[in-house]
């Protein structure tokens, strides 16, 4: 059995590389086609990066007692739980590492705000209420997939929506105050970028119909990609920048177009609504006073303290208030999210429109 097993990820793994190759290089020559020589470049690097990660290979395969089910590990810290149904090997269920283990190896199973305090800054920490627990794996470090699936109610079939017409998306803004060379570029690019997430969810669907329990596991929404047609909300001039607002996968985005010195339109900036927004609005597009300040006798922040870093506002330190989050060229570094220099200029830019907006 155990050789039968390997010969089943050997497919799994063979077929999930094209899939990924395939899709990968689509989207690289979409931004060579679209973007600017920086952003262009910015998706080349990164997606060949995470092509080259994506190589796995299964390395333990342990049958589990009375059970006619199989354990199996990869190199990724992947955990697989394989039956025979009918003749073929399926994938019942996965142990996935959970967020807080890939962030910080140091924090598994500990709450990422309060890092296990179970308190910030004397206070019960919001995210986990006070257990220091990572919400997500209960303190695990990994986490079930058929129990993540079940718990955000997936449902067990997604249906694959067809790519909108030129016609529909062009009816979607009318009276713009932009060039139509703008508006049908920006529309080209909508028409091949759907076109290919479109295409990409069919082949993922394909693949999870073949490896996975259908019966015992909805579409995994968490490892495969879904589609839904993007939706133009907006475009107009910023001197001299055209600003697209777009929901894609119903998530709102920003696009950022401008021309060259050849007079070609080039996509120089992609940003997505931050992760945190919905979580804490109130750090978002507003703030809110530290606690430290209450404990000192003069009523000013503390220095040092590790979440305000001596300004005394609190704002969300991914987006710096802002709402929104640069996803190409430039997105922040993980290491540099909590650096109190890149905070204080944050929080000194973000105050300075906020007080002239309000």
């Not at 020559?29 to 020589?37: A, E, F, M, N, V």
């Not at 109130?282 to 000013?300: K, L």
């Not at 590790?306 to 570094?333: K, M, R």
């Amino acid at each position: 059995m155990k050789t039968k097993i390997k010969e089943f990820f050997k497919d799994y793994y063979n077929t999930k590389q094209e899939i990924l190759s395939e899709f990968i290089n689509a989207k690289i020559d979409l931004y060579q086609k679209y973007g600017s020589d920086t952003v262009a470049k910015f998706f080349e690097v990164n997606l060949k990066y995470e092509l080259e990660q994506s190589e796995t290979k299964i390395e333990a395969v342990i049958p589990l007692q009375n059970e006619n089910i199989y354990l199996c590990e990869d190199n990724k810290d992947d955990v697989y739980y394989v039956s025979e149904k009918e003749g073929r090997l399926i994938i019942n269920n996965m142990m996935l590492p959970c967020d807080c283990m890939i962030m910080d190896k140091d924090l598994k199973g500990k709450c990422i705000m309060c890092k296990g305090e179970t308190v910030v800054d004397d206070i019960e920490c919001p995210m986990c209420q006070g257990s220091g627990m990572c919400y997500m794996c209960d303190g695990e470090g990994k986490y079930s997939l058929k129990n993540f699936l079940h718990q955000h109610l997936v449902p067990s079939d997604i249906p694959v929506e067809p790519v909108p017409s030129r016609q529909e998306l062009e009816n979607e803004l009318t009276d713009l105050d932009v060039p139509d060379k703008v508006h049908n570029n920006l529309i080209d690019y909508i028409l091949e970028k759907d076109q290919i997430a479109h295409d990409e969810y069919v082949k993922w669907n394909n693949f999870y119909q073949k490896f996975f329990d259908t019966k015992q596991l909805p579409y995994p929404v968490n490892l495969f990609p879904i589609y839904t047609p993007t939706v133009l909300e907006d475009l107009y001039n910023d001197q001299e920048v055209y600003i697209s607002r777009l929901l894609v996968e119903n998530h709102p985005r920003v696009l950022a177009f401008k021309e060259n010195d050849e007079n070609k339109l080039e996509l120089i900036k992609i940003k997505d609504m931050c992760t945190m927004f919905e979580e804490s609005p109130e750090i978002h597009q507003n703030y809110t006073q530290c606690p430290c300040a209450e404990e000192t006798t003069d009523g000013n922040p503390i220095s040092d303290c590790e979440f305000c870093f001596g300004t005394g506002i609190l704002i969300c330190s991914l987006c710096l208030g802002t709402g929104w989050t640069t996803v190409a060229p430039d997105p922040v570094d993980p290491e540099n999210i909590d650096n109190p220099e890149r905070y204080k200029k944050g929080v000194e830019e973000f105050m300075e429109i906020f007080t002239e907006d309000n």
